[in-house]
Structure formats: C-alpha cells, structure tokens
C-alpha cells in the first residue's frame, strides 16, 4: 500500500522559514522523482516542486524559485521541502506524490496524504 505522510507544517511569520517532510512507503521511493504539491482555500491543487530520482536536479514553480529548495534522502525514503522567506501567499495544505519525471508534475498515484497544513501569518 502506497503510503504518503506530510510534517512538519505549522504557522509562521512572514520571511520565516519551515521545514516540510514526506516519508514515503509502498512503492520503489529511489525510482521515482518526487514532487511537492499545494493547495489553498477554494483554489486548485498546484505543483510546488520537484527532484529528479537521484537528486541531482530540480524544478520549481516560478512562484516559490529562489526561496524553497526540495530535498531528498533514498536511505530514508524521504523528500524534504525548505522554505524560506515564507509569504502569506504561501499558506496552503501542502502534498507530496510521486512523479514519473521531474520535468512533469504530474502525480503517479491518486492517493494523496492527509498535507500538512503552513499558514504564514502577515
């Protein structure tokens, strides 16, 4: 069974920063880029970031590129998410899912995890 845990959100200040993480079960975590996802209130779900299966390169949406970094560690079978900087445009439930590239945000599994929830206060 596919499994996708989200942590490490909470609130936060503008400019401050935060530390998301996405352990990973279920499926072969090394041959999958991964990608991180978001959602705000009464908006759609949005690609955040990505990390090619080894973690040599990356990808970010225009709106976060400079201010976030993904990570990823295959030993634990965890992607990570740094974000700082934070803006209150960037409160939203945050996702992770596996990609089949990370030059393509699109999730491989319909599974989602429960997020993990930033809000940044202005």
């Known amino acids: 069974q596919v499994q996708l845990v989200e942590s490490g959100g909470g609130l936060v200040q503008a400019g401050g920063s935060l530390r998301l993480a996405c352990a990973a079960s279920?499926?072969?975590?090394?041959?999958?880029?991964m990608g991180w996802f978001r959602q705000a209130p009464g908006k759609e779900r949005e690609f955040v970031a990505a990390?090619?299966?080894?973690?040599?390169?990356?990808d970010y949406a225009d709106s976060v590129k400079g201010r976030f970094t993904i990570s990823r560690d295959n030993a634990k079978n965890t992607v990570y998410l740094q974000m700082n900087s934070l803006k209150h445009e960037d409160t939203a439930v945050y996702y992770c899912?596996?990609?089949?590239?990370?030059?393509?945000?699109?999730?491989?599994?319909?599974?989602w995890g429960q997020g993990t929830q930033v809000t940044v206060s202005s």
């Open positions: 899912n596996a990609l089949n590239s990370y030059r393509n945000s699109r999730p491989v599994y319909d599974y």
């Open positions: 990390i090619r299966w080894n973690g040599d390169s990356t």
């Open positions: 279920g499926f072969s975590f090394s041959n999958y880029a």
